[in-house]
C-alpha cells in the first residue's frame, strides 16, 4: 500500500470517526435537553429516575466530544502529515488521555448507579430513604466523580499514556499498560454491576415464597431493567473486543494494523452509543420527554371548567 493510498484510507476512518461521534453528542444532547425543558412534567416519584438518566447521557456527551477532538486531530495529522509531531506531544495531550479515560469511567459507573437504584428498590424496598431520597443520589454522583477522577490517575502519574497517531492513548502494544488499563478502568465498574445482578437473582429465588402479589409486580419491573442494564454491560464489553483482540495480535503475530486505532476507539464509542439507545426504549420514565404536554393542558382546564359550573 503506497503512502498516497494509506493517507487516504486513514482520512476515510477519520471522517467515520468524526461522524459516529456527531451522531451520539446530537443524540444525547437532544435528551439532555429535553429532561432540561420538561423537568415541570415529572413525577416527583421519578426525579431519581431522571437524574440517573441526566448523569449518563451527560457522561456518555462528554466522553464523545474527547474522543471527537481526538478524531480531528488525527485528521489533521493525516492531512498535514508534514508537520512536526513534536508540538503535539505535550503533557496538556496526556491530561487529554486521562480526561478521556476518566469520562470512559465515568459513563459506566453512570449504568452501575442504574442497576444500584434498582437493587435497592428490591431489596431495601421498605427503606424509602435509599431508593427515595433525592440528595442520597446527588451525593453518590458526587462520589461517583471522585472515583472516576482517581482511579486513572495513576495512569498518568506512571507515565504510560503515550503519544501515537497525532494522539495520546494507553499504547495498544504494550500488554502491561493495556491489562494496568483494564484493571482500573473497566473491571470495577462491570464486576459490581454483575455482582448487584447477581445477588439479586439469588435474593428473589431464595425470598420469593413471601412477596406479596404487589412486590412480585414491582420486583419483576425492577429486575427486568437490570437485566438490561446487564445486557448494555455485555455490549459493551464485545464493541471492546477490538481494543483487547489488538495487543494479542501484536504479541502473537507482530503485526500492528494501521487501522488498529481507529477500529479500538470506534467501538468504545459505538458501544456507548447504544447503551444510550437500549436506556432510551426500555425506560418508561422517558416516555414523558415526547409527550404532547397541550393535552395536559387541555385536559386541566376541561376540569376547572366542569367545577366552576358545579360551583
Partial sequence: MTNASLTNDNIILDSIGIAVCVVTICKTFIFIFMILIRHQMKKSNEKILFILSFNMYMSICIFTLFVLDMFISMLKGHIYSNLLQIYN??????????????????????????????????????????????????????????????QPLPLL????????????????????????????????????????YMYTLNYIRNNSPIFTHRQQTRIRRD???????VWSVLFIVLCAIPAFSIPIIYSLFNFFGWWANHLAWLG?????????????????????????????????????VANLQII
Fill in 157 to 196: 502519574l506512571a507515565h504510560i499514556y503515550q503519544y501515537e497517531d497525532y494522539h495520546c492513548q494507553i499504547p495498544l502494544t504494550q500488554w502491561f499498560a493495556v491489562i494496568i488499563g483494564s484493571i482500573v478502568i473497566w473491571m470495577p465498574p462491570l464486576s459490581i454491576t454483575i455482582g448487584i
Fill in 268 to 304: 468504545f464509542v459505538l458501544s456507548f452509543l447504544g447503551m444510550s439507545i437500549v436506556h432510551t426504549y426500555f425506560s418508561p420514565h422517558l416516555r414523558i420527554l415526547w409527550a404532547r404536554p397541550a393535552n395536559r393542558i387541555h385536559t386541566t382546564t376541561v376540569i376547572t
Fill in 223 to 229: 429486575i427486568t431493567v437490570i437485566r438490561r442494564v
Fill in 89 to 150: 506531544d505535550t503533557q496538556w495531550c496526556r491530561i487529554k488521555a486521562y480526561l478521556t479515560n476518566v469520562a470512559m469511567l465515568y459513563t459506566l459507573y453512570s449504568n452501575t448507579f442504574h442497576a444500584l437504584h434498582r437493587f435497592f428498590r428490591i431489596i431495601y424496598y421498605t427503606n424509602r430513604f435509599l431508593h427515595q431520597n433525592v440528595y442520597l443520589y446527588i451525593i453518590g454522583i458526587c462520589i461517583q466523580l471522585v472515583l472516576s477522577l482517581l
